[in-house]
């Protein structure tokens, strides 16, 4: 991100937005009150344990949620335009176009049954008004462009390939192609590296954040991994039960978490020289999202500074500051511990902190 981009309003805006799936076995208050936003040229880590509403969240932007689910309030303002209020048609052109997004599973995400190189010429035919003149070079000549762009080796022959004929790394590229090859200004990864090697992975992320940095695209990195995220991502929204608790520039989010569920979810993070022992994982579970007796603060029923009113009174998430946290009694100063997933980012002033197994948090009083 330059400069001039970190002063510009920005590209998207995410204003105490509420999802809920109405199922059988009850109402799943899925996402409360988030607060997100993503400048041009940005790259955030959307950071959670499982089944927190990183997934339904960007859904729900796209306007690709599963029928059970409704939006209970906020905006999502995208240019100008809020992506809860628009209808299909305008999603369906913003979509591949000025958003676009990587699943975590490409094989399942690409069509089996044809070429990858047919498929990307799907995108761009889909949107031939919005890529701009043809100037003469053939939506074929294109296709192999995107693939070499991805680092496809012999892109002329590849683009006959079927997924299938793929490794699970290469389709993950040619699905950056895909979601790429319109050009838009904002992508989503969710999870773009799960299932792969840990030499692929590196290889997925070093690719996805040159292209994004290269074009100025801003990029909402989706994770469960929060090291991953810190090597990757200029700034870290964290998620927990459906409410963004956290948001900080990656190295205050680690020097200095004020959250006690970020602090945990450190402590918790392997890092390169970290043993089993030093891992402390975040005590207790996710609550069931479909309960009407959900604490205001949904880390409550897992947190040691937890006093009455963090049960009755929601802490807010200023998404406007710097380090915005959403905590009635955040943490002071640098965290201790959480010593492997500092040393994994390569912050050595901080590998002199004591180890994870010291307790995180400070018994509250
Ligand atoms: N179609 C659905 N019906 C009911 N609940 C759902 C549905 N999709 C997601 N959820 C629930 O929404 C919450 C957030 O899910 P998700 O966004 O997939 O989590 P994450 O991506 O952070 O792992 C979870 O509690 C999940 O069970
Ligand atoms: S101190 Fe209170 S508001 Fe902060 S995380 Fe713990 S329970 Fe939530
Ligand atoms: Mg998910």
Same mark, same amino acid.
């Given at each position: 991100m330059t400069s001039a981009e970190a002063t510009q309003p920005p590209l998207l805006e995410v204003r105490d937005f509420g999802l809920e799936f109405r199922t059988r076995s009850g109402t799943v208050h899925a996402l409360e009150g988030v607060n997100l936003s993503i400048r041009k040229g940005e790259i955030v880590g959307l950071v959670g344990e499982s089944g927190s509403g990183k997934s339904v969240l960007s859904y729900a932007m796209l306007g690709i949620s599963d029928r059970a689910a409704r939006v209970t309030g906020g905006r999502a303002v995208f240019g100008g335009l809020d992506l809860l209020q628009a209808d299909e048609r305008t999603l369906a052109d913003l979509r591949g176009r000025e958003i676009s997004m990587i699943f975590q599973s490409p094989r399942t995400a690409l069509n089996p049954i044809r070429p990858v190189g047919q498929q990307i010429e799907d995108v761009l035919r889909r949107h031939a008004a919005a890529t701009g003149p043809d100037l003469g070079t053939s939506l074929r000549q294109r296709a192999v462009q995107a693939l070499r762009e991805v680092a496809i080796a012999d892109p002329e022959r590849r683009v006959h390939a079927y997924p299938f004929e793929l490794s699970g790394g290469m389709c993950q590229r040619v699905m950056i192609a895909l979601a790429l090859a319109c050009r838009p200004s904002l992508l989503i990864a969710d999870e773009p590296t799960t299932g792969l090697d840990v030499t692929t992975q590196a290889a997925v992320m070093d690719l996805i954040t040159e292209l994004a940095r290269e074009r100025h695209m801003a990029t909402l990195f989706i994770t469960h991994d929060l090291a991953l995220a810190a090597?990757?991502?200029?700034?870290?929204?964290? @998620?927990?039960?459906?409410?963004?608790?956290?948001?900080?520039?990656?190295?205050?989010?680690?020097? #200095?978490?004020?959250?006690?569920?970020?602090?945990?979810?450190?402590?918790?993070?392997? #890092?390169?020289?970290?043993?089993?022992?030093?891992?402390?994982?975040?005590?207790?579970?996710?609550?069931?999202?479909?309960?009407?007796?959900?604490?205001?603060?949904?880390?409550?029923?897992?947190?040691?500074?937890?006093?009455?009113?963090? !049960?009755?009174? !929601?802490?807010?998430?200023?998404? #406007?500051?710097?380090?915005?946290?959403?905590?009635?009694?955040? @943490?002071?100063?640098?965290?201790?511990?959480?010593?492997?997933?500092?040393?994994?980012?390569?912050?050595?002033?901080?590998?002199?902190?004591?180890?994870?197994?010291?307790? @995180?948090?400070?018994?509250? #009083?």
């Open positions: 090597d990757y991502c200029d700034r870290i929204v964290v @998620m927990h039960a459906g409410h963004a608790v956290e948001s900080a520039p990656s190295k205050a989010l680690f020097t #200095g978490a004020k959250h006690p569920y970020t602090a945990r979810l450190i402590t918790s993070t392997p #890092g390169e020289r970290s043993t089993l022992a030093d891992l402390a994982p975040v005590p207790g579970a996710l609550p069931d999202l479909r309960r009407s007796d959900l604490p205001a603060c949904r880390f409550a029923e897992r947190c040691e500074r937890a006093s009455d009113r963090c !049960r009755t009174e !929601r802490p807010l998430l200023d998404a #406007g500051v710097p380090h915005g946290v959403a905590c009635w009694h955040p @943490m002071d100063g640098p965290a201790p511990g959480a010593s492997g997933a500092r040393e994994s980012i390569g912050w050595p002033a901080l590998a002199a902190t004591p180890t994870a197994s010291t307790t @995180m948090i400070p018994t509250h #009083g």
